[in-house]
């Protein structure tokens, strides 16, 4: 299969895309704008991009809002309670199900690489068996890694440190952790130490939910980034949210930074989530809740978007669109400088891809795996002024996904 008339970031001009089997084969520029043959894939001068990513949601939670009660506060620590409640009718078909149905919403948007967190602070592990067999079920749509997190905390919860070293002997990819949900600051501190000694001892991952609240005494960063510096595991580890840092005060905040550039690692922010969940103790003026998305980028440490929830009990909305997530991120984070819409889709992409530790397994260049998306504009700052879509998603050298634009018909 050849794509055809596309646009590359970072390139100029246009391409022709030969995919072979599931490589891509050749990457070769175009002089001229070609006439499509039956075989090729027309992308209509527009950009062609390696898959989204979504590298923070929570499938194991999504579709359930309202079950059994809807989280009137539009807390973090209410949506806690609320989930609570609903874990305790989960069953191992209704995860499965609910799983599948947000993958496929997902992979509707041209996602393909997915990292889902999945609750264990549960004795049977429940959503982390069935989770284990999604993965595998779904293979010809994503790639899915899987976190083992404990959302009621690893010291906090009964038999937590057990509960998180059998969920990496049954198949979780990623170690997870939640310190300022720990019941004291000690525990906080202990829960890291422990979360990062099982990722090193079994080779995982690691990708922790790190002072996700507007509490500026919520430090847990500097700790989970000297762990990862000291043990050299910077690029294999991720702080998601670190909400925390949008309170922090800039004297503080720039000795911290010192640490995470020396750490090297990983940032997500997720901030349609965060923006909900956040400033819930505020009156006015109110907090954004929203970690330092822009600074991170321009100290030159890696940062990407994630979605976090779809219709659950920390969050009521949500369809899978990852744009939709960055057009409010650039917003919400003062991210709309030209400079930074000309590369924006970065962070749902490139970026998100090396949180993954994607490696040579993303990417549009010559054998590299034939996977990569048709969009509906020819740049980034396009691509979101215009709120366009993947138009269609390859995966494995094959159309996966086909989208029709909608049509609008001028009558007068
Ligand atoms: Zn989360």
Partial sequence: MNIINARLRGKPGLHRIRLDAERIAAIEPQAEVLAASTDDLDAKQNLVVAPFVEPHIHLDATLTAGEPKWNMSGTLFEGIERWAERKEITTHEDIKHRARKTIDMLADHGIQHVRTHVDVTDPKLTALKAMVEVRDEVRHLIDLQIVAFPQEGIESYANGRAL??????????????????????????????????????????????????????????????????????????????????????????????????????????????????????????????????????????????????IVDPWYPLGNGNILRVLEAGLHICHMLGYEDLQRCLDLITDNSARTLNLGERYGIEVGRPANLLLLSAPDDYEMVRSQGHALVSVRHGKVLMRRTPSQVERLA
């Fill in 164 to 309: 998180m070293e059998q969920a990496v002997a049954l198949g979780a990819d990623v170690v997870g952790g939640i310190p300022h949900f720990e019941n004291t600051r000690d525990q906080g501190v202990s829960s890291v130490k422990f979360l990062m000694e099982l990722a090193e001892r079994t080779g995982c991952l690691v990708d922790v939910h790190c002072d996700e609240t507007d509490d500026p005494q919520s430090r847990f960063l500097e700790v989970l980034a000297e762990e990862a510096r000291v043990r050299g595991m910077g690029a294999r580890v991720t702080a998601s949210h670190t909400t925390a840092m949008g309170s922090y005060d800039n004297a503080y905040c720039y000795k911290l930074f010192r640490l995470l550039k020396l750490s090297g690692i990983n940032f997500v922010s997720c901030p349609t989530e965060s923006i909900h969940l956040q400033g819930r103790f505020d009156s006015y003026p109110k907090r954004r809740g929203v970690t330092r998305v822009a600074e991170i980028d321009r100290a030159g440490m890696n940062v990407c978007l994630g979605q976090d929830s």
